[in-house]
């Protein structure tokens, strides 16, 4: 089975603290995803990567940033955390092409207080 | 640009009855692929099911059904005697064919539904 873990379920930081977030796949996948949900906005997708080193940007990507050094390990990085970021930050991953499903990891839910 | 809708924000229903969650979507692709996930309250999106813009055949799995009609842009879920394990938001998603017509491999997603089963 594909497993996609998240480094925290919960995580509170506060303003202005940098905050990583990290998320393993296990299945060697090529491309990997960062969203956030919100109630009422359903997902929306931040950064995607579709390859080690490459990006690109979703629909929300100002305020955060994304790493990804190994295929396996993508990174949300959010360099100045505000409260208008407390959402669930969702990490997917997916083989290559739109045609295939992506698996999506437990979630980490944010607070910045 | 391309758009899921999924007009019915909450659905309760009690245990037993049938369900079906509406989706509407728009894309200028000929080729595209459509998704239905579910969230249950742990909050791990689950993959249910896909189907290609040239795959008009209903599915039928177990209690699950999907009704794909390309004449009017829907994909539909239909839950048959619906159970409490059922309860959870319920995602239609699209993606389109290929970044150099214009679209991405990104998945657009509808808002959800969120499906209350009651004993």
């Known amino acids: 089975d594909v497993k996609v873990t998240q480094s925290s379920r919960y995580l509170v930081k506060r303003t202005g603290e940098k905050v990583f977030l990290e998320c393993v796949q296990d299945?060697?996948?090529?491309?990997m995803f960062w969203y956030r949900q919100d109630p009422g906005l359903g997902l929306r997708l931040i950064y995607f990567?579709?390859?080690?080193?490459?990006?690109e940007k979703g629909d929300i990507p100002e305020g955060y940033s994304v790493s990804r050094e190994k295929k396996e390990r993508f990174s949300l990085i959010l360099e100045s955390a505000s409260t208008n970021q407390t959402s669930m930050y969702l990490c997917?991953?997916?083989?290559?092409?739109?045609?295939?499903?992506?698996?999506f990891g437990p979630g980490t839910r944010l607070t910045v207080t | 640009a391309q758009k899921v809708t999924q007009a019915q924000t909450e659905i309760s229903v009690v245990e037993k009855e049938d369900v079906t969650l509406d989706c509407v979507y728009e894309?200028?692709?000929?080729?595209?692929?459509l998704f239905w996930y579910k969230q249950p309250p742990s909050g791990e999106l689950v993959f249910l099911i896909r189907?290609?813009?040239?795959?008009?055949q209903n599915e039928i799995s177990g209690r699950y059904s999907w009704n794909f009609q390309k004449s009017t842009s829907s994909f539909n879920f239909t839950i048959t005697a619906s159970q409490v394990v059922d309860s959870a938001v319920y995602f239609c998603?699209?993606?389109?064919?290929?970044?150099?017509?214009?679209?991405?491999?990104?998945?657009?997603f509808g808002k959800g539904t969120k499906l209350t089963v009651n004993p």
């Open positions: 894309t200028r692709d000929t080729t595209y692929y």
């Open positions: 299945m060697d996948h090529e491309n």
């Open positions: 997917a991953s997916r083989t290559g092409g739109p045609f295939y499903e992506q698996y």
């Open positions: 990567s579709y390859d080690v080193k490459m990006k």
């Open positions: 189907r290609n813009s040239f795959d008009e």
């Open positions: 998603a699209l993606s389109d064919e290929v970044p150099y017509q214009g679209g991405s491999e990104k998945l657009v």
